[in-house]
């Protein structure tokens, strides 16, 4: 399956989660997970997308190496991420256990998005995307 898929398919899931987890704090009155309903959504849903459009219109063929880890670096991130917030704004555990976890969580993330402005910079600008997007094409 390519990566732009890859993407979309994850990205729609974490949608379905966080529209979920926003329903079910609505019916509650219970809005203790905000900062988790807004992290699932915002790190998982929109930049999921936003790498699915990358991947299909800007990536003509991208290093397969860099692409698998900056996905799989992504994608755990974002679910310790999302797990350590459930877990904190729930008052599982404390903010002393879940910090360190968050911040490296956090620091994947941001390696995630700088693999891929590295693999953005690598890929040819005559990438079949980048041709329909501008009109480059001939």
């Known amino acids: 399956m390519k990566f732009d898929r890859q993407y979309l398919l994850w990205g729609l899931g974490y949608a379905v ?4 987890l926003g329903i079910y704090m609505a ?5 203790g997970q905000l900062v988790t309903h ?5 790190v998982g849903f929109v930049v999921s997308f936003v790498y699915a ?4 219109l800007w990536l003509a063929e991208p290093s ?4 698998r880890t900056q996905f799989v670096l992504h994608q755990l991130s974002a679910l310790v991420l999302f797990s350590g917030l459930a877990l904190l704004y729930g008052g599982v555990l404390p903010d002393t256990t879940l910090g360190p976890i968050l911040g490296t ?3 994947g993330v941001l390696t995630g998005a ?6 953005v910079l690598r890929s040819p600008a005559t990438a079949p995307g980048v041709k329909a997007v501008t009109g480059l094409a001939s």
């Open 17 to 20: 989660l966080g529209m979920g």
């Open 27 to 31: 019916a509650s009155m219970n809005h």
């Open 38 to 42: 807004a992290h699932i959504l915002l």
């Open 53 to 56: 459009l990358i991947h299909r």
């Open 64 to 67: 397969r190496l860099v692409a």
């Open 105 to 107: 969580a956090s620091v």
């Open 114 to 119: 700088l693999l891929m402005i590295y693999m």
